[in-house]
């Protein structure tokens, strides 16, 4: 009788716990977006009708960074409105984006960078504050969900982790960059700009060389005082053939007349 009883029990706490599984396994589907998976279609990268440049650059890096993540299948390219564009991954200025993802609070440049993605059962949307930073809230979300990473600049820098589905739960991230401004001036090294976004930066203030605005000839003949000194003597401008010159830093004279021509632009501008 007591095995009996144990027979029974145990066939009970099993049907419980198929029970369980089947209710676990039938409610995951519907609440988590799945990506990709063995055997399942390929989810669509959606951009509005009529995107522009940086929502396509967006949309491709997050085909090529998924394709990369599941090792095999092209992710479709749709336009919003168009076939097969009621469900995927939502990328910028769509009508989408616009109804499940709230824009934050206006702010002043350079102040206006913020970052969100937003889950739901049928849908991930991706959506910046400033539009043309799209394709770095794309990276950036790439690299907190797939853990990818861009090295160096051209596909050999690329690196993501391979791995046999993706399913999202639901739910919203924003994110703000810590620095304004954030630039290494690899110009050479990557003329398209493609890994400087993929690596969230972005020149939002500008910087460049300013002594050839500060210290014009003009300035120099009205002030020998500002040339640099060679061997004791003054280095006149043009004396030194195909180099360029810098003004004598330890010369008062010289922080004087910078300080001045600082006054003059903050006042201006």
């Known amino acids: 009788m007591r095995r009996a009883r144990g027979a029974n029990a145990f066939v009970l706490g099993a049907l419980a716990l198929a029970a369980t599984s089947i209710f676990f396994s039938a409610d995951r589907s519907p609440r988590e977006f799945p990506v990709f998976a063995p055997g399942a279609p390929r989810c ?32 479709p390219l749709v336009h919003e409105g168009g076939v097969g564009a009621s469900r995927g991954i939502f990328i910028g200025e769509t009508r989408r984006a616009a109804a499940h993802v709230a824009s934050p609070p206006p702010r002043r440049p350079p102040f206006d960078d913020e970052y969100a993605v937003a889950v739901s059962r049928d ?3 991706l959506r910046s504050a400033r539009p043309a930073a799209i394709e770095q809230t794309a990276a950036w979300w790439l690299e907190e969900r797939l853990g990818a990473h861009w090295f160096m600049p051209g596909p050999l820098g690329a690196e993501v982790p391979r791995r046999a589905e993706l399913r999202l739960a639901p739910g919203e991230a924003r994110w703000r960059p810590a620095f304004l401004s954030r630039d290494f001036g690899l110009r050479g090294a990557d003329a398209s700009g493609a890994w400087a976004r993929a690596n ?17 000839r003009e ?35 010289t922080v004087a007349h910078a300080a001045e021509f600082i006054i003059r632009e903050f006042d201006a501008h």
């Open 200 to 216: 969230l930066l972005e020149a939002r203030i500008e910087h460049n060389h300013s002594y050839w605005r500060i210290f014009t």
């Open 123 to 125: 849908a991930v949307v």
């Open 44 to 75: 669509p990268i959606i951009v509005p009708a009529a995107a522009s440049d940086a929502e396509l650059a967006a949309a491709q890096l997050v085909r090529e960074t998924f394709a990369a993540a599941a090792g095999r299948g092209v992710f």
């Open 219 to 253: 300035d120099v003949a009205a002030k020998p005082q500002l040339l640099p000194q060679r061997g004791g003597a003054p280095l006149r401008i043009g004396d030194a053939t195909g180099q360029r010159w810098q003004p004598n830093l330890a010369a008062p004279e």
